[in-house]
């Protein structure tokens, strides 16, 4: 059974478009992240969610919004894509803030 | 706040020789410290963590890392490479409680 699991792994589309990653952890823990890792594999802190609460919102445009249903469950919507939101995003979890993450598969996003 | 260097973008080794990647912290409170590996076209797996205890840290495939508090230190090691090495290689640091903070990766080369 995979820990974290995202879907889709890959997503080709084109700019304005609107689309969405799933992301569900059967872990049990407390706090979901995404991250975004760009094409020089620097990896950056997104969104940050605690029991279903949003912790962390670093800068990230407003085009952005997840949402988490349930404590297992942190999802991404993407408003109006862009060129530059090309990238590989990370959903992750861990027990609590701080403590060891574990990543899901990545999903490789490509804005044409 | 936190903040982790990783001064080696690259680093190419023959097979078989020993290695070792460095990663140096900045905080100015007890901290936490990880390895994480990346394959190509992966997610991140955990290599080894430091939480307390043992300055030397045993994780998967043959790694070590030793904490070094005086240095502010976390390098990784390996008496022997593979080729299955070839990898990317995160630092990470997080102050109890608080969020993961990533290097900026090593990209570990392999040379038959």
């Known amino acids: 059974d995979t820990a974290v699991s995202q879907t889709p792994k890959y997503l080709v589309t084109q700019m304005g478009n609107d689309k969405s990653i799933k992301c569900e952890q059967n872990?049990?823990?407390?706090?979901m992240y995404w991250y975004k890792q760009d094409s020089k594999k620097f990896l950056k802190i997104m969104f940050s969610?605690?029991?279903?609460?949003?912790?962390i919102n670093e800068t990230v445009p407003n085009r952005f919004s997840p949402k988490s249903p349930d404590k297992a469950h942190l999802n991404l919507h993407i408003n109006s894509l862009e060129l530059g939101d090309s990238a590989v995003y990370f959903c992750?979890?861990?027990?609590?803030?701080?403590?060891?993450?574990?990543f899901g598969e990545g999903s490789w996003l490509t804005v044409v | 706040a936190q903040s982790v260097t990783q001064l080696d973008s690259q680093v190419p080794v023959f097979e078989e020789a020993p290695v070792e990647l460095r990663c140096n912290y900045s905080?100015?409170?007890?901290?936490?410290l990880f390895w994480y590996v990346q394959y190509p076209n992966q997610g991140l797996q955990l290599l080894l963590k430091?939480?307390?205890?043992?300055?030397l840290v045993k994780g998967i495939n043959g790694f070590e890392a030793e904490f070094n508090k005086s240095q502010t230190s976390f390098h990784l090691r390996k008496p022997s490479v593979h080729i299955s090495d070839t990898a990317e290689y995160f630092c990470?640091?997080?102050?109890?409680?608080?969020?993961?903070?990533f290097g900026t990766g090593t990209r570990l080369t392999i040379i038959p």
């Open positions: 430091y939480l307390s205890g043992s300055t």
């Open positions: 872990l049990g823990h407390d706090t």
């Open positions: 990470a640091v997080s102050e109890i409680g608080e969020k993961l903070t």
């Open positions: 905080s100015s409170v007890s901290v936490y």
């Open positions: 969610y605690n029991n279903k609460e949003l912790i």
């Open positions: 992750a979890s861990s027990p609590s803030e701080g403590n060891t993450i574990y």
